[in-house]
Nanobody, 124 residues
Framework: QVQLVESGGGLVQAGGSLRLSCAAS????????MAWFRQAPGKERDFVTA????????YYADSVKGRFTISRENAKNTVYLQMSSLKPEDTAVYYC?????????????????WGQGTRVTVSS
């Protein structure tokens, strides 16, 4: 079992930056693929980014490529999402997710463990 807790969400102006954190507990996540998804009101939960267990492989949705960076600090059992050049369309609840398999799967159904989400609001 892996428990995930996100933090770092908030209100930011367009063009600004935020860093989200996802703290894992219950077991070490060294070999676990970690991901961030987001869900805007009335929309489906969309893939944002994922990172392999070693941190050497990352995957990004086209909509965030070049603006968002995923990283992990296995010693702290934590994954981060650095978001820059934020746009109003980035407004959503951001969820951290984990899966015991390799590869940056982009479907939420591929992930077994989920956090409760943290809200990000980008004002224009």
């Amino acid at each position: 079992q892996v428990q995930l807790v996100e933090s770092g969400g908030g209100l930011v102006q367009a063009g600004g930056s935020l860093r989200l954190s996802c703290a894992a507990s219950g077991r070490t996540i060294n070999s676990v693929t970690m991901a961030w998804f987001r869900q805007a009101p009335g929309k489906e939960r969309d893939f944002v980014t994922a990172i392999g267990g070693s941190g050497g492989t990352t995957y990004y949705a086209d909509s965030v490529k070049g603006r968002f960076t995923i990283s992990r600090e296995n010693a702290k059992n934590t994954v981060y999402l650095q978001m820059s050049s934020l746009k109003p369309e980035d407004t959503a609840v951001y969820y951290c997710a984990a899966r015991d398999a390799y590869g940056g799967a982009r479907s939420p159904y591929e992930y077994l463990y989920w956090g409760q989400g943290t809200r990000v609001t980008v004002s224009s």
